[in-house]
């Protein structure tokens, strides 16, 4: 829980975006997430490149499965309609509001549990689709609200809270979107608003499916990708309390680094989580090249970020069906109803 | 005795032998000749092989149920020959291939055997082994033509119409039917006593399987989103709503398609689009069976709390489990009507036609908008996969779709405070805004938790059971919008009450009473929750008699549950898989003669 309550009135000298709006009129309500958590700085930075965006707020519409990461929708956005679905199931509700209106901006909040566990077919098959979204997932290796399960992003090898270690090869959704066929793949920390903002920029502007898997340590059960030596912050610190409804309050992992530079930051448990940013000569159109630049990184213990790979000009699946400019769900019934003297010509086939 | 147009014909095929298209032919030449007709597909879950059949019930009075013995059998399957002999009642006829010798053994001297070298007639004839595969359904038709009097005009006009545009294959088939023919005007006593004539019985009707009828209702009714995944026996509403929707759903001027349609993943996924579709103010379905409704459920149970509207047709078929997939049932009431965990229920549309398919179909989208509720149209095999002949489709051209309670942005504008689930009105519906109206008010978080009128989470135990009992009025105010139950009341002792399918046997089994001087009120159920109607209905007759296919009485159940009557008032008729007119009677007639 975030204990700050935010402020009512604004600073005279706070800035109007382009649409004449305040930072603040792209905030949502208050996050009930663990003070320090990643996801709200993800948060902060889908408002922070909304707001610079200047887009219209109503615009958006927000859809999550469950976990920390799908609550995270009612903390930006808060005049835009949000829809917190059922367990890994986002995607396909995504693909039906988007379906029935291909004018608004549609936002997928995922975690590493939601989109590569009980979603991850879900998760596919909206690669496959090219649906027009911007797809985060909030990853943090493990299950948060749950209170520190293994998740499927989680390293072999790396241990849980209780020292126990993961016996099971995990899931790259990264390397994932990028053999499915999505026109833009994206990895970054959530402490990075430098990279951060503007890949969330882009992605909202790209036409088709921009995917970003966001690094987003949990304070309280930091299984993070990448770590094999997780061990908990309160034993470190001489105390045996491990339940989770006791919280000490966390900063906010900051990171600011240079591109093509390799950078350590120390998490939470203390552990160290070594983030490399893609050069900025780096050719991000090459799909091959980005698959083997991940796993490059992967096998030298390294987490890529950066944008991976971007194809511009793709066909949505808007495209690929064919339908009309006009959203579906602005259509009339002289539109949607071939009348009676159509039916009888469809009864007369049928005599 | 001459009897016209009053016969049942079974087809004994193997699948994948061409037979579907030859068999489907003899039925609609019938019902041109005006004759109403009903078929039923008996067939395996299975492309290429195995046994399959083709009935043809023909009946100027429309006796359309499903009969244990047949009049004539085609008997054109080796495998099975043995129990399709034994299907023909006393007195029928057995119609097969003797260009081979038939086995003495499986010889009845109570039915008639009328043989036909449809081999050795095929051979000279056609090079081609395919061709010679094919044909020979044609030949038997030919030959059918001659013994029942098939308009051969109305015969040759199908052919023609059927292969328009490979004009190629008119030629050879009309020459195969002329072989068949010509043999049994030649060899064989034409015509027997069993005969068709032209009737004036079908008028403007069409024959037409419910599958398709629903589809062009989900398209009369306005749905542009069909989300689904393959899953016999509902694939062809999907593929019925495609074929249809290119034709009159297409811009005449830019080409694009009013309409969206994704084969998802799975079910799950297929009533996620679906949901996320309804959400957004588009009118959408899926289409299922028994399988896919049990994967539905958890996104059943979301639709039915975040109160969202969604169409679902499950064309039932027999479980549980994987079950038999092609074969009828009435088996999903009780797992549709409660699907999902906690206390959910969901109104229910039982079709009995394909024309109410279609009504059914187009008002379910008014129905779902209305309540803000999944709303599900409970059809089945035997009714969406077979043809039958039904009312033409109907529409009304100053019919307005109700889209229920949305809030523009002009509402907005006017309203002092938006809560999503206040209950204005005190039906148990709230106003819901779309995404994107208003750049200002309306907004609201959908969600499956908890929530208080405004939307926002809450776990607070006096909200939330405000939330529920608002649910229950809206399934109040359900009961007054749904289709009431179909009466004949002339103040009978016995009221007979059926529903979907077990309604197509009623017509003979309230014949077959009258002629024994048993009069019976009769009750089709068309929705769940039940209307008024319904529990009068039950209270003012001394016996009822429930008719459905399935083990565990399911309506029965529902309406005990629902209506808080005693089980004693109802007694079951089930049939579990094939429910037929003479044991209905046979029962009933027992019932209501107390001696």
């Known amino acids: 829980m975030t204990f700050v309550a935010k402020p009512k009135i604004h600073h005279p000298l706070l800035q109007f975006n382009e649409i004449g709006l305040k930072r603040r009129d792209y905030e949502g309500s208050v996050s009930t997430l663990c003070a320090g958590c990643g996801h709200d700085s993800v948060s902060a930075a889908i408002i922070m490149a909304c707001s610079e965006l200047s887009l219209p707020p109503h615009r958006f519409a927000k859809l999550s499965g469950i976990g920390c990461s799908s609550k995270t929708p009612s903390y930006f956005l808060g005049n835009s309609h949000g829809f917190n679905s059922v367990h890994g199931r986002m995607p396909s509700v995504a693909t039906g509001a988007n379906l029935a209106n291909r004018e608004m901006y549609y936002i997928g909040v995922s975690g590493d549990g939601d989109s590569a566990s009980i979603g991850i077919g879900q998760f596919a098959h909206a690669v496959r689709r090219q649906l027009n979204m911007l797809y985060i997932v909030d990853n943090n290796g493990t299950y948060g609200l749950t209170k520190g399960q293994f998740s499927a992003t989680s390293d072999r090898g790396s241990t849980s809270k209780k020292g126990v270690p993961i016996l099971y090869s995990s899931i790259d959704l990264v390397s994932m979107a990028l053999q499915l066929g999505a026109t833009f793949v994206a990895r970054s920390f959530s402490g990075d608003k430098q990279q951060l903002v503007p890949l969330l920029k882009a992605a909202l502007l790209h036409k088709g499916f921009a995917f970003i898997d966001v690094i987003s340590p949990c304070v309280m059960f930091n299984n993070h990708n990448g770590s094999t030596k997780s061990y908990d912050y309160l034993r470190h610190n001489g105390s045996r309390v491990v339940e989770a409804d006791l919280t000490l309050p966390h900063e906010e992992i900051r990171v600011n680094y240079e591109a093509g530079s390799t950078h350590a930051v120390t998490l939470h448990d203390g552990s160290t989580l070594h983030l490399q940013k893609l050069a900025e000569d780096y050719d991000p159109t090459d799909r091959i090249k980005a698959l083997t630049r991940v796993q490059e990184a992967q096998e030298t213990g390294n987490v890529l970020t950066g944008l991976l790979y971007v194809k511009s000009d793709e066909s949505d699946l808007h495209d690929i069906l064919e339908t009309p400019s006009k959203p579906l769900n602005e259509m009339s019934e002289s539109e949607l109803c071939p009348g009676s003297q159509r039916l009888e010509q469809i009864n007369q086939s049928f005599r | ?595």
């Open chain 2, 1 to 595: 005795m001459t009897t016209f147009n009053d016969f049942v014909i079974r087809f004994a095929n193997v699948n994948g032998s061409g037979s579907a298209s030859a068999n489907s032919m003899f039925a609609k030449a019938i019902f041109r000749m005006g004759v109403p007709v009903a078929t039923r597909n008996i067939f395996p879950s299975n492309i290429q092989g195995l046994p399959t059949w083709f009935e043809v019930r023909v009946s100027d009075l429309e006796h359309f149920g499903l009969r244990d013995q047949v009049d004539i059998m085609v008997a054109m399957n080796a495998e099975t020959y043995k129990q399709d002999v034994q299907a023909v009642r006393t007195g029928g006829y057995l119609f097969y291939d003797n260009s081979k010798p038939l086995d003495r053994t499986l010889v009845r001297d109570d039915i008639v055997e009328i043989g036909i070298p449809i081999s050795h007639l095929i051979l000279p004839e056609f090079a081609d082994p395919k061709q010679r595969q094919l044909f020979k359904n044609i030949v038997y038709l030919g030959a059918l033509s001659s013994l029942l009097l098939i308009d051969f005009d109305v015969l040759k006009g199908m052919v023609s119409e059927q292969y328009k545009g490979k004009d190629n294959l008119i030629q050879p088939n009309i020459h195969a039917m002329e072989l068949g023919r010509h043999y049994a005007q030649e060899y064989l006593e034409c015509p027997l006593p069993i005969q068709l004539r032209h009737s004036e019985n079908v008028g403007d009707r069409i024959l037409i399987d419910g599958n398709t009828a629903g589809a062009i209702g989900a398209i009369y009714g306005g749905a542009s989103i069909c989300a689904w995944y393959p899953i016999t026996p509902s694939t062809s509403v999907a593929e019925a709503f495609e074929q249809h929707a290119k034709r009159v759903r297409v811009d005449p001027e830019t080409g694009e398609n009013r309409f969206a349609i994704i084969q998802a993943e799975d079910e799950l996924a297929a009533l996620g689009i679906v949901i996320g579709a309804g959400w957004n103010g588009a009118r959408a379905f899926t289409a299922t069976s028994g399988p896919g409704i049990s994967l539905m459920t958890e996104f059943l149970g979301l639709a039915y709390f975040a109160e969202i509207p969604a169409v679902i047709f499950d064309i039932q078929r027999a479980g549980p489990s994987t079950g038999m997939p092609t074969r009828t049932q009435q088996a999903d009431l009780l797992g549709a009507a409660f699907a999902s965990h906690g206390d959910t229920k969901h109104p229910l549309l039982f079709p009995s036609t394909p024309r109410e398919c279609f009504e059914f179909a187009a008002d379910a989208f008014d129905f779902a908008d209305q309540l803000q509720t999944p709303v599900l149209i409970m059809s089945d095999l035997d009714l969406g996969m077979n043809e039958i002949t039904s009312d033409a489709l109907r529409w009304d051209d100053d019919r307005k779709y109700n889209r229920g309670k949305v809030l523009t942005a002009e509402d907005l504008d006017r309203v002092e405070s938006f809560g999503r689930y206040v209950d204005v009105d005190d039906d148990g519906i709230g106003y819901r805004t779309l995404p994107g109206t208003h750049p200002t008010k309306g907004s609201f978080f959908t969600r499956g938790t908890s929530r208080d009128e405004y939307a926002i989470y809450t776990e607070d135990p006096d909200i939330y059971t405000k939330n529920m009992n608002r649910l229950l009025r809206k399934w109040e105010t359900a009961k007054g919008l749904l289709p009431k139950a179909e009466i004949n009341d002339t103040g009978q002792v016995v009221g007979v009450v059926y529903y979907g399918t077990t309604a197509t046997p009623m017509k003979e089994t309230l014949a077959l009473l009258e002629n024994s001087g048993i009069y019976v009120d009769t009750m089709r159920i068309r929705s769940f929750p039940f209307g008024e109607e319904v529990e009068s209905f039950l209270s003012f007759h001394q016996f009822n008699f429930l008719i459905e296919q399935n083990r565990d009485a399911q309506m029965k159940t529902l309406l005990v549950n629902e209506l808080g009557i005693s089980p004693d008032q109802i007694e079951s008729d089930l049939f579990l898989i094939r429910s037929r007119a003479e044991f209905s009677f046979a029962r009933i007639r027992n019932k209501s003669r107390p001696d």
